[in-house]
């Protein structure tokens, strides 16, 4: 598959001093790797960004720091909550000539018949598969036609999908990835959504007045009767 390249810095600012890095717009990063000494290294949140959306935890990179190179793949980034900005990267360094594992995600293609004539609605159980292959030959995803699923419950299975050259697939063969499910109308949904609502404010209700009683007795105060009208 295509190699992408990154250019990088080696870091000497650590620990709570790398806010500072990232008010600046770069992000903290290490390489990792077996056999391997970890290095700290820092690039531009962009660049980073930019070819995350491109090659996601699959697609092998070559980080470049000063002269050298470094093949790697994305293995964990932590991101503000709030601008879900990159705010650190671990690289994982790896020998091209060894297997490595990772998640691939499994792409539906084509339109589910089930849908095509309202029948049922297609459901993804599984949006990835770990699967074992070298470096340069993990796909950035599978792809598997769900054109042939026309009835309630017709599925698609790990064991169904078809692996790439050199892509062995680990997770468990008889696991769903898809399925047809029956249809739910959007009156239905919100019938539904409409009598858990009173049910729960019946049930608050309920509660209420007997957590009101509960304290009466407890206090000893008789209830109070209604007043008469004077004639």
């Known amino acids: 598959m295509k190699r992408e390249e990154l250019k990088a810095d080696k870091r000497s600012v650590t620990g709570k001093k790398v806010k500072q890095l990232r008010r600046e717009g770069i992000t903290p990063a290490n390489i990792y790797g077996k056999a391997f000494e970890s290095i700290s290294i820092q690039l531009p949140v962009k660049d980073f960004e930019a070819m995350y959306s491109k090659v996601r935890e699959t697609g092998l990179i070559d980080i470049v720091v000063g002269k050298d190179t470094y093949p790697v793949l994305i293995h964990n980034v932590q991101r503000n909550p709030i601008s879900r900005d990159a705010v650190h ?5 790896v020998n091209l000539k060894e297997k490595v594992k990772t998640s691939i995600p499994v792409v539906a293609i084509d339109d589910a018949e089930a849908e095509k004539q309202k029948v049922g609605a297609l459901m993804q159980s599984l949006n990835e598969v770990e699967v074992e292959a070298l470096p340069t030959e993990l796909p950035e995803n599978i792809e598997v036609s769900v054109a042939h699923l026309a009835a309630i419950d017709d599925h698609i299975l790990v064991s169904d999908l078809k692996s790439p050259t050199g892509v062995e697939i680990l997770t468990a063969p008889d696991s769903t990835v ?4 029956e249809l739910v109308s959007q009156e239905a949904e919100e019938l539904e959504a409409e009598e858990t609502a009173e049910a729960e404010a ?3 209700e309920s509660g209420a007045a007997s957590q009101e009683g509960e304290k009466k007795e407890e206090s000893g105060e008789e209830p109070k009767e209604e007043s008469k009208p004077q004639e």
């Open 89 to 93: 990267v671990d690289f994982y360094k």
């Open 178 to 181: 898809f399925r047809i499910a």
């Open 202 to 204: 019946a049930a608050e």
